[in-house]
Structure formats: C-alpha cells, structure tokens
C-alpha cells in the first residue's frame, strides 16, 4: 500500500455505463475525481455478454449523457455495438481513469474515505459506488444441485450455444435474457425453458423506448405522490427482438414450471417424473456486487445499501448509482442512468461545497 494515497474529491468505483454518467457530469463541476476500474478496458460488464446479445431499444433509446450512440443499421444494437459506444464515449471525454484495480475495501479516515486496492490507494471526499451486479450472478438453491453431474452455467458466463450442440439443456430464468439465450441455444440443442411463472410477452411494437417511458411516467407519480395505471409492462418483461420472435415462429417460445430437485443425472418435476439433463443455464439475475462496503458496515442483510436516493443514509459520503430502480428508476439501463446520474453529482457538488 502506498505511504501517500492520492488525494480526490470523488472516487468513482466502477467502469461501466454508470460510472460513466457520473463522471459526465462530475466534469462540468470542476471536482477532481478519479475512476476506478477492474477491469482490462473500458465497458464495464459489457466485456462479459453473450456475444449475440442484443439490446431492446433503439441506439437513440441507449445512449448515456452528452453524446449519443451510433445508429445501427440492422435492428437493435448488439453488444459489440455498445462495447465500441462506450470505449468511444471513455476516449472521447477523456477521463481520468485507473484500471486495472479491484477495489477491495473502504476506510473511514477522519473526515475522508479511504479506497483501497492491493498497489494503489485513494483519500476521497466522497466515494460513487457503481459497480453494478455482473459479478454477483444469483444461483437459487434446488436439493441436489451439488451432486448433479451435469454443466451448470449462470448467464453471466454464457458466450455462444456452440458447447450445448446436440445436449439437453434446461434454461431457466423468465426475463430477457432467458428468452434470448432460449432462442439461440434451441437452434442447436434440445433446450427446454424453465420460468417460475409463465413469461410475459410484450406487442411486437412494444421496445425499450416505451418501456422506458412507463418508468418516467411512474418514477414522476412518486414524485407526486400519486399512483397511475398503466399497460402492463415492466423492464423486465420480455421483448419481441428478432431472435426471441424467431424463436416464437418456430414454436420453442413456451416454458414450463421449475423442477422440485435435481437427480445425479438431471431433474425431477413436480409430478414425479424425471428427466435427464446435460447442462443447465441458469438466466436468475444477480445481486448487488458490493462486498468491498462490508469494511464500512452498511450493507443490508439483502445485500443493499440503505438509501435515500442515492444516498447512503449512514455513510454521508457514500452514494450508489445504476443498481436498478431501488437506486433510481430503470437506473440500471444505458438510458435511464443519465437522471440519477446528474442527481447524484448535483447532491455531491452541494455536500463539497458545504463540508
């Protein structure tokens, strides 16, 4: 550990989408700051999608603050698309940035706080935690998991259906990227979907834009005091994007209840039969990635941070970006971060100037 941390009035940890915003922001404001990164180059958890991934929205619908994604010309962009956004939006603005550096615990010193890694250290006045959720991918418990003999994959390390060719494969998981990795694997494989509900389906014409939209609407009812009906229709509803109805014209969209338990070779059902797997693909979501704030003491017993915002409630120099709606309405998307992104650094320009 150094003897001298270099000293800032914002440590930013975290590389991706919102980090990014942030640190858009944070430049108009003078503040020195510094982005802290683990990974080998810029796109945050980008880096690590499926490479078929796709997006729901349009590139217009996907662009973080002061400079827009490049339109793509065949549909939804894809993931490459945005790795190259987000390396050109990091270039373009040209912000300071350390990587790479895993981030592994915080300290209280005096007024300041201290962001450790294993060579390199920061005294910041104020810390920004965005480090999103990539790596904390969630695996429910079902008896006999340890004992299956089969692959077990979470989507965070999915790439392509090339291994899964020929296999019986069980994906299982309701959102979207289930459904994606359904369309693609089922191409090779015998893959059967596995939902704790049956999937709800957005209108064909239905894309990330609306859905984005119906965040708006509900996070300034809030703001109001009001509820509002509307459509159905969440960020985590499935999107019809060319693979997933492709997927439907085949017939292989539909999916069945989970299983009670795993055998040594494959599944048991509800009704007592038993099916034999080669691999399952586990599309279940993830968790905060927050375990460097255990040296701080606020994490919750769920794994979260008490907020009011994006403010921590009882480390006032901690706040935390793009963690889904808890911290910010559909804060977790490309789109959605700018608003709690300029929020956030409005509220830590007013604490600098103040304390």
């Known amino acids: 550990m150094p003897s001298t941390p270099t000293e800032v009035d914002v440590a930013i940890i975290g590389g991706g989408q919102s980090a990014l915003a942030v640190a858009y922001f944070l430049r108009r404001t003078g503040r020195s700051f510094v982005i802290i990164d683990a990974e080998a180059g810029p796109g945050g958890a980008w880096r690590h999608g499926w490479h078929s991934l796709r997006l729901f929205s349009p590139s ?96 965070a390390h999915y790439v392509d259906a090339k291994p899964f060719a020929g296999k019986k494969v069980l994906v299982v998981g309701g959102g979207n990227s289930g459904a994606q990795i359904l369309a693609e694997v089922s191409q090779v494989a015998d893959a059967t979907w596995v939902t704790p509900q049956p999937p709800q389906f957005l209108a064909d014409d239905v894309d990330g834009r609306v859905l984005f939209e119906r965040a708006t609407e509900r996070w300034k009812a809030q703001l109001a005091g009001t509820v509002i009906a509307q459509p159905v229709g969440g960020l985590g509803d499935i999107v019809m994007v060319p693979p997933v109805a492709e997927a439907r014209e085949r017939g ?65 120099r901690l706040w935390l970006v793009g963690y889904g709606d808890w911290t910010g309405a559909a804060s977790a998307t490309l789109i959605g971060v700018t608003r709690t992104a300029r929020s956030t650094v409005e509220e830590i320009d007013r604490f600098l100037t103040e304390h």
């Open 60 to 155: 217009t619908w996907s662009s973080i603050a002061g400079w827009m994604m490049p339109p793509v010309t065949d549909g939804y962009p894809s993931r490459d698309n945005v790795l190259d956004y987000l390396r050109e939006y990091e270039q373009r603005y040209q912000f300071p940035t350390a990587r790479p550096y895993w981030v592994n615990a915080i300290e209280r010193r005096d007024n300041r706080l201290l962001v450790k890694t294993d060579s390199l250290s920061w005294l910041a006045r104020t810390v920004v935690s965005a480090t999103g959720t990539w790596r904390h991918p969630f695996l429910p418990h079902y008896p006999g998991s340890e004992t299956f003999t089969g692959q077990q994959v979470h989507s």
């Open 252 to 316: 292989v969209l539909h999916a069945v209840r989970p299983f009670l338990r795993f055998t040594d070779t494959g599944v048991e059902w509800a009704d007592g039969s038993q099916t034999p797997v080669d691999a399952v693909i586990w599309c279940t979501g993830f968790r905060p990635a927050l375990g460097y704030l255990g040296s701080l003491g606020v994490c919750t017993a769920d794994g979260r941070v008490a907020v009011e915002g994006t403010h921590s409630i009882q480390e006032p």
